[in-house]
């Protein structure tokens, strides 16, 4: 098969890793990819904005699947284009990708179908919104509606604070994105990630991770996209898993084919595991970033079928397997992320840290530049590791991440830190 797949960062890197080792792989372009995708297939200069442009692509190479990586082209409707023009394509249609792209679209969903989430309320005026966090108190926390890149959503500690989240989106801090707003109760508990994978009528897990939101360690600083990951995620228990699933993950697939709008592709819930039991935070329609770094290196089963099997709708006849493994992974970030980063600085050191055993240094903002591989974005590089256990796969990172020659970049010294906490309990 001739494979194509869309997009640029370290998730991408960690797709195209993967599909590469599909024996059914004869050939995979990546549009437009990076310096570590290209180690995997060929990159290709296509602006995947343009469905037109990437249809012909798809005909004048004869793409047998397209995979999306990233949020924006599904909620733009990339899928329903291809589809149209007969080309099989993973990942959800724009109506059905609204689960990412609008809040308010996944919270009246969990109302209408009785899935648990946070108490909420919706506004599209600033002096409502600061009327209902005066009423409510804190903490609180404030999202913006739309897709804001990981940088909209305010858990706000105090009244003034979600005063000024409401106010920096009304006032276009996040554009579009922002006009608006939904604020939702605080949950309290350990937050998880759990990912399935949909085929339009039912739906089967994949496996959970855990990922570290704050910039700096010990969970300070502002909301990033993702400083780190694992997976497993110690509290998701099989128990647990087997509620998400049929309290959260078959009713939101059932909810969405009874209105119209089946869901194919796969579904990352984020959780808020409370006192009353596992709750939904909010919907990704793909794979996480940085959470498919350390999904891929576990998954043992081949990657190609089973989307292809979410495509096709038969689903419920596979069975994914995984290594026993932990998987973890650091993120390593130019100075001044999540603000304004430096671009342009060198990177070396990148052949040392991957010689290390069960190593991968996954690309996520970065260019070639004459044969020097320079910082191109805020998230930079994904190093990761697997090992026996969270301790193990950490240590094993961390050596890799000492390896890479990159004064101007940065990376959280405590990525696993609960999970590591837990295993020392146990």
Same mark, same amino acid.
């Given at each position: 098969m001739n494979l194509l797949l869309i997009g640029s960062g370290g998730r991408e890197h960690a797709l195209a890793w993967k599909l590469s080792a599909s024996p059914l792989c004869d050939r995979l372009f990546i549009a437009p990819g990076n310096p570590g995708t290209a180690q995997c297939g060929d990159n290709?200069?296509?602006d995947v904005t343009d469905h037109a442009a990437v249809v012909a692509f798809c005909r004048d190479k004869a793409i047998d699947l397209v995979v999306v990586g990233p949020e924006a082209p599904l909620v733009a409707g990339l899928v329903d284009d291809l589809a149209a023009a007969g080309i099989k394509a993973f990942g959800p249609r724009k109506a059905a990708a609204q689960l990412e792209g609008s809040k308010a679209f996944t919270k009246e969903l969990c109302r209408e179908f009785g899935i648990p989430t946070a108490a909420f309320a919706r506004f599209t005026d600033e002096v409502s919104a600061r009327a209902h966090v005066r009423e409510t108190g804190a903490p609180i926390v404030v999202k913006a509606d739309g897709l804001a890149a990981g940088k909209g959503v305010v858990v706000a500690e105090t009244i003034e604070e979600a005063e000024e989240a409401v106010a920096m989106m009304f006032a276009g801090g996040l554009?579009?994105?922002?006009?608006?707003?939904?604020?939702?109760?605080?949950?309290?508990?350990?937050?998880?990630?759990?990912?399935?994978?949909?085929?339009? &009528?039912?739906?089967?897990?994949?496996?959970?991770?855990?990922?570290?939101?704050?910039?700096?360690?010990?969970? &300070?600083?502002?909301?990033?996209g993702g400083m780190g990951a694992y997976s497993p995620a110690p509290v998701m228990t099989p128990a647990l898993e087997q509620e998400v699933m049929e309290r959260i993950v078959l009713p939101t697939v059932a909810g969405?084919?009874?209105?119209?709008?089946?869901?194919?592709?796969?579904?990352?819930?984020?959780?808020?595991?409370?006192?009353?039991?596992?709750?939904? @935070?909010?919907?990704?329609?793909?794979?996480?970033?940085?959470?498919?770094?350390?999904?891929?290196?576990?998954?043992?089963?081949?990657?190609?079928?089973?989307?292809?099997?979410?495509?096709?709708?038969?689903?419920?006849?596979?069975d994914v397997r995984w290594w026993d493994e932990v998987a973890l992974t650091v993120v390593m970030a130019a100075k001044g992320y999540p603000g304004t980063p430096e671009k342009g600085s060198v @990177?070396?050191?990148? %052949?040392? %840290?991957?010689?290390?055993?069960?190593?991968?240094?996954?690309?996520?903002?970065?260019?070639?530049?004459?044969?020097?591989?320079v910082a191109n974005g805020g998230r930079v590089l994904n190093v990761t590791a697997t090992g026996r256990t969270v301790k193990d796969a950490k240590a094993r990172a961390y050596e890799a991440v000492s390896r890479i020659d990159w004064p101007e970049g940065f990376c959280r010294s405590d990525i696993g830190w609960q999970a590591v906490a837990r295993e020392e309990e146990a």
């Open positions: 290709v200069a296509l554009g579009a994105a922002g006009t608006e707003v939904v604020i939702e109760e605080c949950m309290v508990g350990e937050e998880a990630s759990f990912f399935a994978i949909a085929d339009g &009528r039912t739906a089967i897990p994949l496996a959970s991770a855990q990922d570290h939101k704050r910039v700096f360690d010990g969970d &300070r600083g502002p909301n990033t969405l084919a009874a209105r119209g709008t089946p869901y194919v592709g796969v579904l990352y819930a984020g959780l808020m595991i409370t006192a009353e039991g596992p709750k939904l @935070i909010e919907y990704n329609a793909r794979f996480g970033d940085p959470e498919c770094q350390v999904l891929m290196p576990r998954m043992k089963s081949d990657l190609v079928p089973v989307l292809l099997a979410a495509c096709d709708g038969v689903l419920a006849d596979v @990177i070396r050191g990148l %052949a040392e %840290a991957e010689a290390l055993e069960d190593v991968l240094v996954f690309h996520a903002g970065t260019k070639d530049d004459g044969g020097r591989i």
